[in-house]
């Protein structure tokens, strides 16, 4: 089992910066893979970022170059570095693992606003 915990989501103006981070119960290398989703209001849930165990990264074609995710083995911690945000940037951001079975954090809430 794994209980994953984000913190770092904000207010924020357009351009600026951000840092999630994704607090998880046991070794993240022992977690197959790692992912930042994202929920804005009325729209889907949608991957933004992926690292698998071998450290391979993929990004959503929104958030390339401007996203990166990232992961610190001492912590245990999974991180999103968010630069150059924009307003359709705003939504709820989740952690998600996939260990044998799927789990979820509870969210955190990222605006872009000014």
């Known amino acids: 089992q794994v209980q994953l915990v984000e913190s770092g989501g904000g207010l924020v103006q357009p351009g600026g910066s951000l840092r999630l981070s994704c607090a998880a119960s046991?070794?993240?290398?022992?977690?197959?893979?790692m992912d930042w989703y994202r929920q804005a209001p009325g729209k889907q849930r949608e991957l933004v970022a992926t690292?698998?165990?071998?450290?391979?990264?993929t990004y959503a074609d929104s958030v390339k170059d401007r996203f990166t995710i990232s992961r610190d083995k001492a912590k245990n911690t999974l991180y999103l570095q968010m630069n150059s945000l924009k307003p359709e940037d705003t939504a709820v951001y989740y952690c998600?693992?996939?260990?044998?079975?799927?789990?979820w954090g509870q969210g955190t809430q990222v605006t872009v606003s000014a």
């Open positions: 998600h693992a996939l260990y044998y079975t799927a789990y």
């Open positions: 046991r070794s993240i290398f022992s977690i197959q893979t």
């Open positions: 690292i698998t165990r071998s450290g391979t990264t």
